[in-house]
């Protein structure tokens, strides 16, 4: 029995020495005196969690009872070592060599646990173009920050279109950040995971659409003013770009006399929406460009017309509708009252473009003595184009611009909204994609009433923001998005000070 607990001693010594001469290069001659202060059980677990221990390289010999309590409830933590021994005991030489033989037994099939990956792995910021879009035959870059995640390893898969891996490159940083690079080579939908410790980082799985070259055959037009335009009217017509490749559309329109201005609104991804308004009669010719190529049937020949069509006589005279300035809620129903009484007969229809680029049904209830009130449901933040027709041609000021913002479409993800230490950086990301127009705001108050937050843009409508918090205590942090919390919004959380009794 005792040659068998000894050699129980003796494996153990051996491991250990492997795992620390094998990183470190350091040297383990008794399972005591040697653990006494903490530094090679820091070394031990920093072998099998990297990244785990904070301010690994400033570990003091001095600090062994705190050293040793922080290492204990780390090993338990991210590892599942249990504690067995007292902190103190451990410090103060109070144990034996098979005591903590044993202990260190267990490091032998140590490995992350689930739920501190987990956790770690929200704390990784995933940000880049490369993570919504990219260029076929083109490096598309992201870039992920596990600075504040603990152990673990990064681990990124792209996959193509047709489900096919393909070679992912990482150049790391330091302070564990890294630079990561693919290069699509067919155009369509790529599938980015991004892990850290095997478990997916926040917003992982991503999208990214990637175009093909430009290519000006693919581009789709419509719209009347492709063909036809009054005088001091407003004419319009649209571009379907989306399967076209990376490209910039350009226009210009010319008269006998005068050469209008081409005014081009990118109102969906790839869409386009462009108007001009004539300044005399007469044909004029119009030309559409995408990547300076000429898109299918450019020039165009438009028939400019001095005579008022019927849709002229129609007034606008009441709702939400003509409040330009105003953003409106997502899920509010906007009005508009429309007199066709001096228009004369003909039909009324309305046709709304929604923030997606998406066609979204307009109501229109007729009041019987040749009124209607037009009613558009919004789901969505963003903006809304309504197209209000009467005989086919758009009425004054149509379409008609609403603005819709949508908090509850927003959400923040991030270690600077968790407990924390003092002086620990509170990182975090406010995802806005979907929240439409609007202004985000962000205040963090604590102790010292209110601290400082920086913030800059990410990609695909990321926000991110970082604040220090200088002193112990409670924290909440306001997130709001025209003036309204967004989910979850106020977060509170508590800031501990660094010391040895919780092992920091």
Request: with cysteine; net charge negative; glycine share 10%.
């Amino acid at each position: 029995m005792l040659m068998y607990l000894r050699s129980i001693d003796n494996l153990t010594l051996d491991w250990a020495n492997g795992i620390n001469l094998l990183m470190y290069l350091r040297s383990i001659d008794n399972l005591t005196l040697d653990w006494a202060n903490g530094i090679n059980l820091a070394h031990l677990i920093e072998t099998l969690a990297p990244g785990s221990w904070d301010n690994f390289d400033q570990i003091s010999p001095e600090e062994g009872e705190a050293n040793v309590g922080k290492g204990l409830k780390l090993a338990y933590d991210a590892l599942g070592v249990s504690p067995r021994l007292k902190q103190e005991d451990f410090a103060k030489l109070d144990v034996g060599e098979l005591q903590i033989a044993t202990y260190l037994w267990q490091f032998r099939n140590g490995k992350v646990t689930p739920s501190y990956a987990e956790n770690n792995s929200q704390r990784c910021i995933a940000s880049g173009l490369g993570l919504t879009r990219g260029t076929s035959g083109e490096p598309s870059k992201f870039t992920v920050h596990a600075g504040n995640a603990g152990a673990g390893r990064l681990e990124v898969a792209v996959s193509d279109p047709n489900g096919e891996p393909i070679e992912v490159l990482f150049e790391e940083l330091g302070l564990s950040e890294y630079n990561v690079t693919y290069v699509p080579q067919v155009y369509g939908d790529y599938i980015i995971s991004v892990l850290w410790a095997d478990q997916h980082v926040p917003g992982s799985p991503f999208k990214a659409v990637v175009l093909g070259p430009p290519d000006a055959a693919k581009c789709v037009l419509s719209g009347e003013g492709l063909h036809i335009a009054r005088p001091g009217w407003p004419a319009e017509f649209l571009v379907n770009a989306q399967t076209a490749g990376v490209g910039h559309l350009s226009a210009n329109i010319q008269g006998a006399n005068t050469a209008p201005l081409v005014e081009i609104e990118e109102y969906a991804e790839g869409k386009f929406r462009s108007t001009f308004t004539a300044k005399e009669s007469g044909d004029h010719d119009l030309f559409v460009y995408w990547c300076n190529e000429p898109v299918p049937g450019s020039p165009f020949l438009v028939h400019v017309e001095d005579a008022l069509p019927p849709s002229a006589m129609i007034k606008t005279t009441g709702g939400r509708m003509l409040l330009t300035e105003t953003v409106h809620r997502a899920g509010d129903s906007i009005d508009l009252d429309v007199d066709t009484k001096d228009a004369g007969d003909g039909q009324l229809a309305a046709v709304a473009i929604g923030p997606k680029g998406d066609a979204v049904p307009v109501e229109i209830i007729s009041n019987r003595n040749r009124t209607f009130t037009l009613k558009l449901l919004t789901s969505k933040g963003g903006r809304y184009l309504v197209n209000v027709y009467f005989n086919g041609s758009h009425i004054p000021n149509s379409p008609f611009k609403v603005r819709v913002c949508n908090p509850e479409a927003i959400w923040a993800e991030g270690p600077g909204l968790m407990d924390s230490y003092v002086d620990d950086l509170g990182d975090f990301q406010v995802f806005t994609r979907d929240a439409g127009h609007g202004t985000l705001s962000v205040r963090v108050n604590g102790p010292k009433d209110k601290f400082r937050v920086d913030m800059w843009k990410g990609a695909d409508r990321t926000v991110n923001c970082r604040y220090n918090p200088e002193v112990p205590g409670k924290y909440t942090i306001n997130i709001k998005w025209e003036d309204e919390h967004i989910r979850g919004s106020p977060f509170m959380i508590t800031v501990r000070k660094k010391s040895k009794e919780n092992g920091i």
